[in-house]
Nanobody
Framework: VQLQVSGGGLVQAGGSLRLSCTAT????????MGWFRQAPGKEREFVAA????????HYNDVVKGRFTISRDNANNVLYLQMNSLKPEDTAVYYC????????????????????WGQGTLVTVSS
C-alpha cells in the first residue's frame, strides 16, 4: 500500500494534534498498522500499533495514556490522536503498514513493516 501522512504542525505544550495516514493501492483492512517517530539526532522509535480490525493496540510507555491509535477501514485511514503533548514529543512522525501480518497481530519493530509514509513534522513548543 501507499501511505500519505497529514496533520503535523506546531503546537504548544499541553496541546493536541491528530495525525492521519491515508492508504491507497492495497487491502488496508488486512494490514497491521503502526506509528513511529524520529527526533533530530535519534533513531526512529515505535509509538503505537493496531491490528487489522482495530481490536488490539499497543503503545510505547512514553506515550501511553496520552496518545490513541485508531483506524477507519471503510475509508482506509489510520489515526494518531495526540493529547497532552510535551516538547520531547517533537519529531517526524511516520505511519507504516505490515502486509505480512495476520488477523489480531500487532507489531512494534521497524523491520516488521514493509510500507512507510513520508512523515510529518510535529513540533511542540514549551
Amino acid at each position: 500500500v501507499q501511505l500519505q501522512v497529514s496533520g503535523g504542525g506546531l503546537v504548544q505544550a499541553g496541546g493536541s494534534l491528530r495525525l492521519s495516514c491515508t492508504a491507497t493501492g492495497g487491502t488496508f483492512y488486512r494490514h497491521a498498522m503502526g506509528w513511529f517517530r524520529q527526533a533530530p539526532g535519534k533513531e526512529r522509535e515505535f509509538v503505537a500499533a493496531i491490528s487489522w480490525a482495530g481490536t488490539r493496540t499497543h503503545y510505547n510507555d512514553v506515550v501511553k495514556g496520552r496518545f490513541t491509535i485508531s483506524r477507519d477501514n471503510a475509508n482506509n485511514v489510520l489515526y494518531l490522536q495526540m493529547n497532552s503533548l510535551k516538547p520531547e514529543d517533537t519529531a517526524v512522525y511516520y505511519c507504516a503498514a505490515n502486509g505480512r501480518s495476520v488477523s489480531g497481530s500487532i507489531h512494534s519493530r521497524r523491520d516488521e513493516y514493509q510500507d512507510w509514509g513520508q512523515g510529518t513534522l510535529v513540533t511542540v513548543s514549551s
